[in-house]
């Protein structure tokens, strides 16, 4: 059974910094692109943050220079690291597993940043 669990989430103060983590279970990750989604209230879900298996990234316009994604095989987890947070960064975090047609989503880590 695959499983991702996503943790590292919480209340934040606007200029603070979260680290997120994703444990994969199930699956060898370093066959998957990995994924950090987001999914604020009354909005679509949008990709974050992906990083390749060859380990390239790519970021959303919104966060980079503030985010990194960052990948363990050996541990088979994924982390991303959130700085400089804003509040329009409120969501929850979600990891997702990627390799052609064959995907996993985990269940989402709340982030909520005050102003």
């Known amino acids: 059974q695959v499983q991702l669990v996503e943790s590292g989430g919480g209340l934040v103060q606007v200029g603070g910094s979260l680290r997120l983590s994703c444990a994969a279970s199930?699956?060898?990750?370093?066959?998957?692109?990995m994924g950090w989604y987001r999914q604020a209230p009354g909005k679509e879900r949008e990709l974050v943050a992906i990083i390749f298996r060859w380990g390239s990234t790519n970021y959303a316009d919104s966060v980079k220079g503030r985010f990194t994604i960052s990948r363990d095989n050996a541990k088979n987890t994924v982390t991303l690291q959130m700085n400089s947070l804003k509040a329009e960064d409120t969501a929850v975090y979600l990891c997702?597993?990627?390799?052609?047609?064959?995907?996993?989503w985990g269940q989402g880590t709340q982030v909520t940043v005050s102003s």
């Open positions: 997702k597993a990627e390799y052609s047609s064959d995907y996993y």
């Open positions: 199930g699956i060898d990750i370093s066959r998957y692109a």
